[in-house]
């Protein structure tokens, strides 16, 4: 359970930064997932980061027991996917993710969602 503080204290800033990011800079974000679908080699580095972060999580946290924790495995794990997904067919992840970015209603509804992950991640992290 230290782990999965420790990953929670990590975690929980990170999503909530990058909510208030999507939130506030709606059209840069449109903006920056546009030049990163344009280049192969953006993707390929996301794709090898987004990897590389679900198995390092993964090999100091994979729990499917009920309690919160279960949310840093299921993180970790659509990390993981969704960095073999761009590593081994990033064309269908850059479609994908165009369907995302371009409405700002889908920008705004995942900006909230991630605030709220990483509000809840952040308050199990440091609540004590």
Do not use: C, D, H
Not at 1 to 27: D, F, T
Not at 31 to 40: C, D, G, I, R
Not at 65 to 84: D, E, N, Q, R
Not at 102 to 107: F, R
């Amino acid at each position: 359970m230290e782990n999965a503080v420790i990953l929670a204290k990590i975690l929980g800033p990170m999503l909530l930064i990058i909510g208030v990011g999507l939130l506030a800079n709606r059209r840069a974000y449109q903006e920056l997932a546009a030049e990163f679908a344009a280049s192969p080699s953006f993707l390929y580095l996301g794709g090898f980061l987004a990897l590389a972060g679900g198995l390092i999580i993964l090999q100091f946290y994979s729990a499917w027991s009920a309690g919160w924790p279960v949310v840093i495995t299921i993180l970790a794990w659509l990390m993981l996917i969704k960095g073999a997904v761009l590593l081994i067919a990033p064309a269908a992840m850059v479609r994908l993710g165009q369907a995302w970015t371009n409405s700002a209603a889908v920008i705004t509804v995942q900006g909230v969602v991630v605030i709220l992950v990483g509000l809840w991640l952040s308050w199990r992290g440091y609540s004590g």
